[in-house]
């Protein structure tokens, strides 16, 4: 039995990062270095500087730590609703718009109507976590 073809570029390529959301970033990540020998990598400021995140690498994992630097920032809401804690699993793809499309077509429900910037120069989409067992997922992928 075969499903409907699969759009070139919307094969999972592997893990991009997993996502924390904390109140306190360089916190954390002294706790993943002290407890784990991690590395910490770059930060950068998104969202019109609403967000700050943390990169911290853990053997072959990547970590997001995610700070909100305003209070109405989703990450914010996030954490006054559900505390600190696994905020998404990020998918690495090569096109991160068939990746999307093809989630649509399963039935998946999309947050982004299509990809926008995210750190490191990437293209990110969510998917919503009702229709995948409650887990935020992200497609990202480095096609501009």
Do not use: N, Q, W, Y
């Not at 609403?50 to 853990?58: A, D, I, N, T």
């Not at 970590?63 to 305003?70: A, D, T, V």
């Not at 699993?89 to 947050?111: C, M, P, T, Y």
């Amino acid at each position: 039995m075969s499903g409907p073809a699969t759009p070139r570029g919307a094969e999972i390529a592997g893990l991009a990062h997993v996502a924390i959301a904390t109140r306190d970033a360089d916190a954390l990540a002294g706790r993943l270095i002290d407890a784990f020998g991690a590395e910490r990598g770059s930060e950068e400021i998104l969202d019109g500087g609403g967000l700050r995140v943390v990169f911290v690498k853990v053997g072959p994992l990547t970590l997001e730590l995610l700070e909100p630097r305003s209070e109405e920032h989703t990450v914010a809401r996030f954490l006054e609703k559900r505390g600190e804690g696994l905020h998404h699993v990020s998918l690495e793809v090569a096109d991160v718009s068939a990746a999307l499309e093809r989630s649509r077509r399963a039935g998946v429900e999309a947050i982004d109507a299509r990809p926008r910037d995210g750190a490191h120069g990437t293209r990110v989409a969510f998917l919503h976590p009702r229709s995948l067992g409650g887990v935020l997922f992200e497609l990202c992928g480095k096609e501009k």
